[in-house]
């Protein structure tokens, strides 16, 4: 009989080697979309960061560019082909951030796949603005993302809990913290979400504190960060493109550069579920395409009577929705316009080919 001295001496437990993909990210979501013959011909690479020219990806010992894809972005995952890497094949995404363009040009455009929970940053100065915020909220629900709001630089507000209030009513399903970006306790304050295999994303206007809350997250001051003016508390774009990182704990964090503009598009059920009550509420009004303006039996215009919902409100609720409708509408002529000059070019080079 062997003797065993594990109860006195206690066993000595495995080392188990951290997952080299799950550090990036990588889950069952994508695991599940391949075989190992697969993973192992055509190892999984994570975008990192998009220019003109490529397509920067980090894996298990690898890193590199891709040639450049409109349909692709910060976070997506591709099977890397080394023979060509165009025929880089794209997983299918777990979430997707994206946007109209700014300006006149109508096409979408992308900001961010696979991404866990976005941080919503803004701060106690002029830069808070509760319908800006509502936008990225809705952005983040419909991309089936989990928003979390951040209020930095407290220290400038003599009673920061007003805009922490504020922030609360847009949501109950939305977590509200002020954070000081500077102080040693930011990190902790964000550590329930930056675990292993999550990927956070920061998202805001410029000079709120993304990158300096980054930088607390990895403890370094490696990220550039800059002041806000004075006048109107914008501030410049320290980060000028949309960067991963990725802690040592295997949890991946996207930099994002300052979004002032946030154009809804496709985003119907992020608006729905944002303004659920309204939603539920406009279901009894007597016409299905009631504007609420002078349709009698609406049921919304009664309910103001009433003071159970606020006007303001209301009325971002209604912009946020026929601009998503017109948005969604306009983007799709388009796509469908591109889609028959692709079909007429094809045509022509088949001709000239015969």
């Known amino acids: 009989m062997i003797k065993t001295y594990d109860a006195f001496l206690g066993s000595t437990p495995k080392t188990v080697a951290p997952d080299p993909f799950a550090k990036l990210g990588w889950s069952a979501f994508f695991s599940q979309q391949i075989d190992a013959d697969v993973m192992i011909q055509t190892p999984p ?8 020219s490529g397509l920067e990806y980090q894996g298990k010992d690898l890193n590199g560019v891709l040639p450049p894809r409109q349909d692709a972005t910060v976070g997506d ?10 025929e880089s094949t794209l997983l299918d995404r777990k979430s997707l951030i994206k946007r109209r363009s700014p300006g006149k040009d109508r096409f979408e455009q992308l900001i961010a796949a696979n991404i866990d929970t976005a941080f919503i940053v803004t701060s106690c100065n002029a ?16 991309a089936d993302v989990t928003p979390v709001i951040l209020i930095t630089k407290p220290d400038l507000s003599p009673d920061p809990e007003i805009f922490l209030e504020e922030a609360r009513s847009i949501s109950d399903l939305v977590a509200v913290k002020a ?6 306790e930011a990190a902790d304050q964000l550590a329930e979400w930056c675990t292993t295999g999550q990927t956070v994303a920061f998202l805001g206007s410029s000079g709120v504190g993304k990158s300096t809350l980054t930088n607390a997250l990895f403890g370094t001051q490696d990220i550039e960060t800059g002041d806000v003016r004075i ?14 990182h990725f802690l040592p704990n295997g949890c991946a964090v996207l930099d994002t550069p300052g979004m002032r503009e946030i154009q809804l598009t496709d985003a119907a059920s992020g ?6 009550d309204l939603a539920l509420l406009q279901t009894q009004c007597k016409f299905r395409n009631c504007a609420h303006m002078s349709e009698p039996d609406c049921a919304i215009k009664a309910a103001l009577a009433r003071g159970d ?21 306009s983007l799709t002529e388009r796509k469908h316009k591109e889609k028959n000059l692709s079909k007429i070019i094809k045509s022509l080079d088949l001709k000239k080919k015969k």
């Open 45 to 52: 690479i994570r975008i990192t960061s998009v220019h003109r």
């Open 77 to 86: 995952w591709f099977l890397h082909n080394s023979a060509s890497p165009r």
């Open 127 to 142: 830069d808070f603005n509760i319908a800006r915020l509502e936008r990225y909220v809705a952005l983040a629900f419909d």
């Open 179 to 184: 954070v000081n970006s500077t102080s040693p």
């Open 231 to 244: 006048g109107d508390s914008k501030g410049r774009h320290t980060t000028t493109r949309r960067q991963l």
């Open 271 to 276: 608006v729905g579920d944002l303004f659920a």
């Open 309 to 329: 919902i606020d006007r303001a409100r209301v009325d971002r609720w209604q912009k946020l929705v026929h601009e998503d409708a017109f948005n969604t509408a």
